[in-house]
């Protein structure tokens, strides 16, 4: 089963897949799909606030922050890692529940990032936001570290996400029953 969307003026089938026994997503992976992440990018600069950094969470939203950095002429953007890494310095974390992770996971963040962020506008991005999990560690990570978020923004808000007046958003993405259909 897919799920016709456009986005950024593009088409594309997501598969649906199940999370639990009655609620399936839609499985949007910007990936190796660099028509779409730089069209999405543009889209999502089209709207943003001003910022002086962009900050997102590993993996997924890795491409969309690089994209938005490149066509904006950003020198850097920010990543919160799923584990810390050897080169890291002064890390501090949080715990987040995303729903398309089976279990808790902890964002890194390096001291030295965190050192750029103070006092900073900083604009949160990810490709989908539905439960705002995520979301939520990303901004304690940059309160942490004494930022301003300035926005937060997505390309796709799945089920209560689309509801959120803080979020920026390109399109809503349904939730689905396990025959396909469209939930609620």
Do not use: W
């Not at 002086?52 to 950003?74: C, N, S, V």
């Not at 001291?111 to 900083?122: C, H, V």
Request: hydrophobic share 45%; proline share 4%; aromatic share 8%.
């Amino acid at each position: 089963m897919y799920y016709r969307m456009n986005v950024a003026g593009l088409e594309r089938d997501l598969p649906i897949c199940p999370v639990t026994e009655s609620l399936y997503i839609a499985g949007f992976v910007i990936f190796g799909d660099q028509e779409l992440t730089v069209a999405c990018a543009r889209e999502l600069l089209a709207r943003a606030p001003e910022y002086d950094y962009i900050i997102t969470a590993e993996a997924k939203g890795i491409p969309l922050a690089h994209e938005m950095a490149r066509q904006a002429g950003d020198k850097k953007y920010i990543l919160a890692r799923k584990g810390p890494k050897l080169y890291m310095r002064d890390i501090f974390s949080v715990s987040v529940n995303s729903i398309t992770t089976a279990k808790e996971q902890k964002l890194y963040l390096d001291g030295a990032d965190a050192a750029l962020m103070k006092g900073k506008r900083i604009l949160i991005v990810d490709d989908v936001i539905s439960t705002g999990e995520s979301l939520k560690a990303l901004e304690a990570l940059v309160e942490k570290a004494g930022g301003v978020i300035c926005g937060k923004m997505a390309i796709l808000a799945e089920g209560d996400a689309q509801v959120r007046p803080d979020l920026i958003y390109l399109e809503k993405l349904p939730l689905f029953n396990p025959d396909g259909t469209i939930l609620g």
